[in-house]
């Protein structure tokens, strides 16, 4: 396939994205203790607008000062305070030419670190499979959440659309909606984590409302003109087989509906993001939100090689691609792509959580304890 499509430009909504290569999400745990965003944030995500990113994409962001929290040193989006510390991280990245989008986020009961509260919420009393993760700080089994009441639902949609405002007010060019990963949008959708007898449980329907209202609410705030996406995947953080239980017409009912409402554009993620995503001879993830939701995608997994990247837009399966841990590997791989540079593989204990943040983290936890 010609690498070449990679470096043609594209839109989101009324931006223009001079190629197809954004970075994805991925949780750094560097911010300040009170969820302040620092310099050292300002330096990891300004150089990748210095490698020839398109587009930046925040890690998780959290919402609020109340359950939204996932991790300690997780930066937020809750207060007057969080939002001028994001504003010359978001103007370094802007300056150097790429677009920048917070995904908010709300962990649910996926969260292992919470400054406001030791407690967590989600859809129903079902904890998270598997374990907290150790390189974040947690350890142990998830603690049963509770039960999100319809005040409590409220709570969640104010805060979202609360977070997106600020998002604006800091200077983001638009907000990703964390629907993925066993978060809490991810948790209504999960049937295995929400067996609610409301309208928010049962039916994918169902399951799919509060997503649904959320993406309004954020959309009657934030105007017309400004980029909302939604990130979307099966796989959970503690729980990479989970699949949705009726595969590729699940699929359909999900992306079908994500495409009736005023979003932008949906980014998928997968183990791998070119392999068939519902079984032999299925569509990828991203080539099934393409085909039924009509929104530009963004394809996430194993795509980090110019070859598969390719392969995905060129086949038009996506319109972007997103990396992590390659991007990690390679802060400035748009620019060794187009000048045919060897790329550098990722190594977990280099490149994930570099000794100075590991250092800082293992600091702030012994203050919190």
């Known amino acids: 396939m010609n690498q070449k499509v990679l470096f043609t430009p594209s839109k989101i909504k009324n931006k223009t994205l001079a190629n197809r290569f954004i970075v994805a999400p991925m949780t750094r745990i560097s911010a300040e203790k009170d969820g302040r965003a ?10 990748y607008a210095k490698g020839g990113y398109s587009a930046v994409i925040s890690e998780g962001i959290y919402l609020d000062e109340s359950y939204s929290q996932g991790y300690y040193n997780q930066p937020g989006l809750a207060n007057d305070e969080h939002t001028n510390a994001w504003k010359p991280v978001v103007k370094a990245v802007q300056d150097k030419g790429a677009l920048m989008i917070a ?3 709300h962990a649910g009961g996926q969260s292992q ?13 079902a904890a998270p499979k598997g374990e907290q993760l150790g390189f974040y700080g947690g350890y142990g089994s998830f603690q049963t959440p509770q039960s999100a009441q319809d005040e409590d639902l409220k709570q969640i ?20 909606l964390h629907g993925a990963n066993g978060y809490l949008l991810d948790q209504f959708l999960t049937d295995y984590l929400n067996y609610r007898k409301d309208a928010y449980g049962g039916t994918v329907e169902n399951r799919l409302r509060l997503i649904l209202e959320v993406i309004d609410e954020v959309r009657a ?27 590729e017409k699940e699929a359909e009912a999900i992306f079908s509906a994500l495409g009736n409402t005023s979003l932008n554009y949906v980014h998928v993620t997968d183990g791998d993001g070119s392999a068939p995503a519902f079984g032999e001879n299925s569509r990828t993830l991203a080539e099934a939100a393409k085909v039924f939701g009509k929104l530009p995608v963004i394809a996430n997994g194993g795509l980090g090689t110019p070859e598969k990247a390719a392969a995905v837009i060129g086949n038009d ?49 012994q203050l919190v304890k």
């Open 157 to 176: 949609k104010k805060a979202f659309v609360q977070s997106a405002l600020r998002a604006k007010e800091a200077g983001f060019d638009g907000v990703e």
């Open 221 to 247: 705030a934030v105007g017309e003109s400004y980029i909302i996406g939604i990130r979307m995947s099966q796989i959970k953080v503690t729980d990479s087989d989970h699949k949705w239980a009726d595969g």
């Open 113 to 125: 670190g919470n400054i406001y509260t030791g407690e967590t919420i989600a859809p129903s009393t």
């Open 317 to 365: 399966e996506a319109d972007f691609i997103s990396l992590g841990t390659s991007a990690l590997a390679n802060p400035d791989l748009p620019n060794k792509v187009e000048k045919e540079k060897r790329l550098q593989e990722f190594d977990f204990e280099k490149t994930l959580l570099p000794q100075a943040e590991i250092k800082e983290h293992e600091l702030n936890q």
């Open 103 to 105: 995904q908010l986020m």
């Open 38 to 47: 620092n310099e050292t944030m300002q330096h990891y995500y300004e150089r």
